[in-house]
C-alpha cells in the first residue's frame, strides 16, 4: 500500500536512527504485522497495544515530535 510507504519511510529518514533500541525493536516489530493491521495503526482506525509500539505509531502519525 502506497500510504503506508510514505508513512514508514517518512519515519526512517526521521527517526529511526536517533530512536532507542526498545524503538527501533517496536518498529522492526510494526513490519511483521498484516498490512491491514498496520494499515489500522497509522491511518487511525485502531490503536496498537500499549508499549513501545504505541510510541512508534504515535511519532508516524505525528502525535509526538522527535
Known amino acids: ?3 503506508l510507504d ?3 519511510t517518512a ?3 526521521r527517526h529511526y536512527a536517533g ?3 526498545g524503538q ?6 510494526l513490519l511483521t ?5 498496520v494499515n489500522g495503526y497509522l491511518l487511525g482506525n485502531r490503536e496498537p497495544p500499549e508499549g513501545d509500539i504505541a510510541l512508534v ?3 508516524i502519525r ?5
Not at 33 to 37: K, V
Request: cysteine-free; proline content about 3%; aromatic content about 6%.
Open 24 to 29: 527501533k525493536a517496536a518498529f522492526q516489530q
Open 57 to 59: 505509531v504515535a511519532r
Open 1 to 3: 500500500m502506497r500510504e
Open 19 to 21: 530512536s532507542d533500541g
Open 6 to 8: 510514505v508513512l514508514l
Open 33 to 37: 504485522l498484516s498490512d491491514p493491521e
Open 62 to 66: 505525528g502525535r509526538i515530535g522527535t
Open 11 to 13: 519515519y526512517l529518514d
